[in-house]
């Protein structure tokens, strides 16, 4: 079922007047279900609790948007721009961002389950505990991403980039792709990990070509940089 005509009809008309719009209506819920969207300008709007269920959002700006406990359950954001949005405790079920820009966003929290991510950019997202069970990462990058205790039960990485990674209390068990991730630096893979994942690591992760981790040719390119808490072996390189 489609939401409110009139809040659609506001909402293509841009943050200025969406926001006009929620402070003259604090107590209303947003409905933009299954509203066509594409192209839209919310670059750093309000959409938070909205109702997006369906909603479709390609090539739209969303920008820095708040879309805290939205409901984005098969909306479409294919090729948008999510730079920066905070998407925390988002609901995102089967919904698909393929090819977005979604570099420094927010999903903490985030309820993703059989999303498709494939080929977006998640460079420096936080994607801490996550659910990112049976999600499509095939192509996406994942470069200075935080992942910890993130779900990603058959969630498929094959082809995503690694690069100064997070990876924090996972278990990769279950996670396909493995043998086939870019590693274009050292990621940080907390022991943890490597115990939950029931030595799947050693036989996938190991067989990973990387980059040296510093310039002394006395050094060989080690796989990660295995930290435990905050401790470090101190290792150079970092994308800041």
Known sequence: ???SRSQIEIAKQGRAALSKWRQANPDVLLNLSEADLVGVNLRGANLKRADLTGACFQ?????GAQLTEADLTRADLRGAKLVKADFYSAKLLRATLAGADAS??????????????????????DL???????????????????????????ADLTGATFGW????????????????????????????TATRSHGVLSTTFHAASLPPLTSK??????????????????????PG
């Open 59 to 63: 090539e739209a700006d969303l920008v």
């Open 104 to 125: 420094g966003a927010y999903f903490r929290r985030a309820e993703m389950t059989q999303c498709d991510l494939r080929g977006t950019d998640l460079t420096k997202a």
């Open 217 to 238: 040719a006395t050094m060989p390119p080690p796989l990660f940089c295995w930290r435990i808490a905050s401790a470090c072996c101190g290792c150079e390189g970092s």
């Open 165 to 192: 990674t997070s990876l924090g209390d996972l278990d990769l068990s279950r996670t396909l792709g493995l043998d086939d991730i870019k590693h274009i630096g050292p990621s940080m893979l907390g022991i943890d």
């Open 1 to 3: 079922m489609m939401g």
């Open 128 to 154: 801490i505990d996550a659910n990112l069970q049976k999600v499509a990462l095939q192509e996406a990058i994942l470069i200075a991403a935080e992942l910890a205790r993130t779900r990603l039960t058959d």
